[in-house]
DNA sequence: CATGAATGAGGGTTCATTCAT
DNA sequence: CATGAATGAACCCTCATTCAT
């Protein structure tokens, strides 16, 4: 692939993400897409052969980007509890950008059930996240910080349930200031979840 | 309002639920709807005006039976363990139900972002939620069971929280047998979220 | 079937006919159509599905009409050479018709190679026109005024095959005016096939 | 024009009728025949400047090419008996060839009504064809082995009609091994159209 | 000369909504 | 009340044509 392909690709993608986090899964059509990428109609069939490929590229990109981006800032810390940390700041990244995120997010989780391409990607997304949990938990264990007896993947995915879950609920309550709060509530969840009890 | 109306009104929202979880939100029409409902297509107009009536109504209509369902499970027992377990058997319904209505409502909260008349029958499906959470909890302390110092508030919609994803993540993973597991591992997590160590 | 369905179905059918007869098969919209009847576009999907099936529907019709004349020609007389005139005079009918009904034969003919189901239907039409020449051979045999040892279903074909290609070539030709022409010189030859020599 | 540029358009000729033979006249696109030619979409505009030009050269070049063909071998020989035998050799020249060609011709006879263009090239090939009918007729009656009194023009145009209808009728037939039978049943035809009785 | 990226008009099709019967 | 025929806007997609590189 050329990079002035490349280039194109990314901006297409970009101007969908945009769209779909403006109009919603449903009612995002080629030309709003073509529009926000300031290109005609025919550009974006050119690059992607259909909107249902664009669709499936926008989920498995910003899925991904999500994962990179957790991954890079638990890599930077030592210790199960900095790396949680750092997780979790890295999912509640801002409220604009989890806003623009978990629409998008929820409007394709919503598609998964009856696609099974969307399916395959989340499943993929969601083993990526666990894994993160994984280690941290894992780390958390041989550090002496986290119950030995819990289930290691059992807790990653819970620990996942409970972000996307607070995040959605977050995004339906419509109140921005809820961010911070949802944060504290998850990160101090999870850590009863894992932690020794404090007293 | 007449009673055939409501007779009539009835089976259509039965049928829009059907027809809803099999194709999808959006794939969707009022032909699907009429058909399934065995009337014609003018009856669902007649009675709803528009397919975004039929929607609402249908929303409204399944958190709300939601809702009393789980009120009702857990005012048939006394102890605050007890209603926890009653109130996620109820939440854990089925595989079958359980997958026909997250999936609705799935739908529906991807629709939510960007349509404040979901949001706000959402918003009050949550507060019924976190009112039951709310419930249990407060008994629970003053029965001494659970934690004194939590704030009962941010557990129950923490509680919420780790429900919906839990559901979420397994209909996403088509595996209906982990039904069992996600419901174990929940009561595990909020009782560990609520419950002095058992150390 | 209800009769209005059966009498809009025709109106389409006739439209159809007038659109493709004017523009050409491949340059006939459904709007074209649907403005030839004088109804909007979605009515003509609605009784239709689709425009291959209009254009299918509309093959065997015409090729079933044409026959349908063509037989009820033949009927009103006795003896083989009256059935023979009565053919050619029922084939060769007007140079309005001709033209209207062999330039969207042609059409269909052409995307024939290609279609099994024109293919099919033009079969069947074929057989139909070949079993009127045969049953004319046939008389003219038992009669004594046609040659008994040429092959009865050969020449039937062979009649068939001057026919088509007479108006092919004159429909080309753009000359109205050498309609009578062809069907003369078409009898004439047909007779020379048929007959014992005349000397 | 240049050589290069000849070549090219023979390459880009010869691409359109492979392209047309299998696809159809409506479903080809510039695409196809580009790639056919193995050169990019710009090239064939460059040196047809439009689609249509290229169908127009198409339709010119195949119909030269086999009248070519045809009068190349009739004056291989010298009577009219022999004449006619090599005419219908080479007209029923084999199974594929005609296949291809008929397929094509008959997509420009059907386009030809209600394109000038077509019209007038193919009117120039009737010309032509027409024009072998004469000279072999003539031929005959100079010989003594074709009848006399018929009018040798129309007889032309019979002959004509009666090869190009056996064609399509054989090519909608579908069954390959039938080529034989029409070439061999046109044989006869023509004969006992031309010849005097056998009796 | 050659490429293929870009355009945009126009096609078939879907479907919520309307309304005559 | 109930039906379903009719409408037409809006969708995705195709493709001849143009033109910068």
Not at 83 to 108: E, G, H, M
Not at 145 to 153: A, G, W
């Amino acid at each position: 692939m050329k990079k002035k392909e490349e280039v194109r690709k990314t901006q297409i993608m970009k101007a969908a993400y945009n769209a779909v986090s403006e109009l919603g899964y449903d009612n995002v059509t080629l030309q709003h897409i073509a529009d926000n990428a300031g290109v005609s109609k025919g550009v974006v069939h050119y690059y992607f052969n259909s909107k249902q490929n664009i669709l499936l590229e926008l989920l498995e990109s910003i899925t991904n980007q999500i994962y990179r981006y957790e991954l890079e800032a638990i890599d930077k810390h030592q210790t199960a509890i900095e790396k949680l940390k750092a997780y979790l700041d890295a999912v509640f990244i801002s409220p604009q950008k989890n806003r623009k995120f978990y629409s998008v997010y929820l409007d394709f989780l919503a598609q998964a059930n009856g696609n099974e391409d969307y399916k395959r990607i989340n499943m993929n997304f969601y083993e990526n996240c666990w894994g993160i949990g994984k280690e941290i938990i894992e780390l958390g264990k041989k550090e002496g910080v986290f119950r030995q007896e819990s289930d290691t993947l059992t807790n990653a995915k819970m620990m996942r349930a409970l972000i996307d879950g607070s995040l959605i609920q977050w995004l339906t309550c419509n109140e921005e200031e809820l961010h911070q709060f949802y944060k504290d509530s998850c990160i101090n969840s999870i850590l009863n979840l894992l932690q020794y009890s404090k007293e």
